[in-house]
């Protein structure tokens, strides 16, 4: 599912920390290489130095909501 973001998508998706098992990650969580298709800018950031930017991927799936603590 491809989505159009104006935030960081990678702090919503599912795929931000990858699994062993596998279902879960993507070229950039698991290796930082940029995600085939994705929308991108690279930016400075006073704290990090250079990132990226990305407002739209097709490998974009919203992270599950969870329980409140405690579970």
Known sequence: MSVTNPQQLCWQ??????????????????????????????VTKTSFGLTWSITACPKYMPEPQRKEWPY
């Open 13 to 42: 998706c599912a795929h931000a920390v990858p699994t062993l098992d596998g279902r879960h990650g993507c070229e950039w969580s698991v290796d930082l290489r940029p995600v085939p298709g994705w929308t991108a800018e690279m």
